[in-house]
C-alpha cells in the first residue's frame, strides 16, 4: 500500500470513533448486570506466603506428595527453580518440572504440562515465573480437571467449574499480577489466535512474595513488568466496574509504582524497591480481577498473539495512545487517580490531572527505554482489530466502548 492510501485509511478509521447505538447498549447492559453481580461472586484471594521453605512445609502440611513445577527454560538456566526444588526436597517431597513454556503459551504448552501432572501423579501445582508460566499453569490445571473438554469450549467467561489442584504461584516477577488472577491467557498453537480462560477456580491459592526472586530479573524484563502493573491499576481504576476496595488497591499500586519503579529499574539489587514493586503487582492484579481491564490489554494480547510481542512491552506502548484516545470521557476518574497518587497537585482540575498522569506514563517509558511504537503490519490491522473487539466486548467496562472499525486506529498509532 503507498504512502497516501495509508493515510487515507489512518483518517478513515479515526471519523467515526465509537461504536454503533445497538452494540453500545448490549455492552453497557452486558457491563452493568456484571457490576451488579460482583459483590456475589466467588473470588479467591490468593494468600501470601514470605518464602520457598513456609510453601513446603505448607504443601507437606496438606498432605501432598508431588508438585508439578510449570516455568520456562530461563527461569530454570537463572537457577529461579532451584530455592524451591531445595525446599520440598528439604521436606521429603517428590516434584517434576515442565519447563517448555514459551513467552506467549500455547495450548500445546498447557496439554504437556497436563499430561506431564497426570504421568507422574502430581498433586499440586507450582508456578514459577512470569505471567506466562503462571497462564500455562492454570491453562493446564483447566485441562486437569476438565480433561475431555477442549481449550477451544474453555474460552471466555465462566466456562470452567471445578476444583482446582492446590496451586502455587511464585512470581519472578513485579508486574503480570497473575498469581492474583482468574485469567489464562493462551495462544491457540495452529492458529496464533490468543484468547483467555476465565474462571473463578483458576486462582492460585498461594503466592510467594519473596523480593529475592525478582533481584535477578533484568532491566528490560523490570521495566515492561513494572509498566505492565501500572496499566492493570489504571484500567481497573478508570473503567465502569470498580469497587471501594479495587479503587483503594489501584491507587496503592500507582503510588508505589511511581516512587519504587525506577529504582528497581536502576538498582536491580534494591530489595526495598524490589519487594515494593511485587506488592504493587499483587495490588494492581486484585484490582483489575475483579474490576476489568480496557482495551489497552486487548490489544496487546492481539499482537501477542500474532507477533510474540510481550505483554509487558505491548502495555507499555500501547497505554498513552489508548488514554488519549479515551479523552474527556476518562477525564474525571484519571484526573482523581492523578491527584491521589501525587501524580498531579491535589486543586489540578480533571483535564489537567488527566493530561499529567498521561506526561507521567511517557516520562516513565522514556525513562526505562520502551520504545514509542511497535511492530504492526498494516495487512494484519484489520485482523488484529477484529481480535480486540472480540475480546473486549461487551466484557470490559471502558470509558468509551469502540468497535473494530474504531479500535484500528489505535495500531496506526501504535504502528512503527
Do not use: W
Not at 477451544?152 to 496451586?167: D, E, I, N, S, T
Not at 525506577?262 to 536491580?268: E, T
Not at 539489587?269 to 515494593?276: F, I, L
Amino acid at each position: 500500500m503507498n504512502t497516501q492510501t495509508s493515510t487515507d485509511a489512518k483518517n478513515d478509521v479515526r471519523q467515526k470513533p465509537h461504536m454503533n447505538v445497538f452494540k453500545r447498549i448490549y455492552c453497557r447492559v452486558y457491563q452493568f448486570v456484571f457490576k451488579i453481580i460482583i459483590p456475589f461472586l466467588p473470588y479467591r484471594q490468593p494468600k501470601p506466603i514470605e518464602n520457598c521453605l513456609k510453601a513446603a512445609e505448607l504443601i507437606k502440611s496438606k498432605g501432598k506428595k508431588r508438585a508439578l513445577i510449570v516455568t520456562d527454560k530461563g527461569i530454570c538456566a537463572c537457577g529461579l527453580t532451584t530455592p524451591i526444588e531445595d525446599a520440598l526436597t528439604s521436606q521429603g517431597l517428590e516434584y517434576s518440572v515442565y519447563s517448555d513454556t514459551v513467552v506467549n503459551p500455547t495450548t500445546q504448552n498447557a496439554e504437556e504440562a497436563a499430561a506431564m501432572y497426570n504421568k507422574d501423579g502430581c498433586d499440586c501445582i507450582i508456578a514459577i515465573g512470569g505471567g506466562s508460566a503462571m497462564d500455562c499453569a492454570k491453562a493446564a490445571g483447566a485441562r486437569i480437571i476438565k480433561p475431555k473438554k477442549s481449550f477451544a469450549k474453555m474460552r471466555g467467561v465462566l466456562k470452567v467449574f471445578g476444583k482446582l489442584p492446590l496451586f502455587i504461584a511464585v512470581p519472578t516477577t513485579a508486574g503480570t499480577g497473575s498469581e492474583t488472577t482468574i485469567a489464562a491467557v493462551i495462544t491457540d498453537g495452529e492458529t496464533r489466535d490468543k484468547f483467555t480462560i476465565i474462571s473463578f477456580c483458576l486462582a492460585p491459592h498461594y503466592a510467594i512474595l519473596d523480593p529475592e526472586m525478582t533481584v535477578g530479573l533484568p532491566k528490560n524484563m523490570t521495566a515492561t513488568t513494572g509498566m505492565d502493573a501500572l496499566t492493570h491499576a489504571v484500567e481497573a481504576y478508570i473503567g465502569g466496574s470498580t469497587t471501594r476496595l479495587t479503587r483503594k488497591l489501584s491507587v496503592e499500586a500507582v503510588s508505589i509504582i511511581r516512587y519504587q519503579l525506577l529504582k528497581a529499574y536502576n538498582d536491580g539489587s534494591d530489595r526495598v524497591a524490589r519487594e515494593r514493586m511485587q506488592y504493587a503487582a499483587y495490588c494492581a492484579g486484585l484490582a483489575f480481577t475483579i474490576s476489568y481491564v480496557g482495551y489497552v490489554h486487548a490489544v496487546a494480547h492481539s499482537l501477542g498473539g500474532k507477533y510474540n510481542t510481550p505483554h509487558g512491552l505491548a502495555n507499555a506502548v500501547i497505554l498513552p495512545y489508548v488514554l488519549k484516545r479515551y479523552g474527556k470521557k476518562c477525564y474525571k476518574r484519571l484526573g482523581k487517580l492523578a491527584r491521589k497518587t501525587g501524580v498531579a497537585q491535589p486543586d489540578a482540575s480533571d483535564e489537567a490531572a488527566s493530561k499529567q498522569f498521561i506526561e507521567f506514563v511517557e516520562y516513565m517509558n522514556k525513562s526505562m527505554n520502551i520504545p514509542e511504537k511497535l511492530r504492526v503490519d498494516e495487512a494484519d490491522i484489520d485482523e488484529l482489530a477484529a481480535h480486540a473487539d472480540k475480546e473486549a466486548n461487551p466484557l470490559y467496562p471502558v470509558p468509551v466502548l469502540m468497535d473494530k472499525r474504531s479500535l484500528k486506529a489505535i495500531y496506526y498509532d501504535i504502528k512503527e
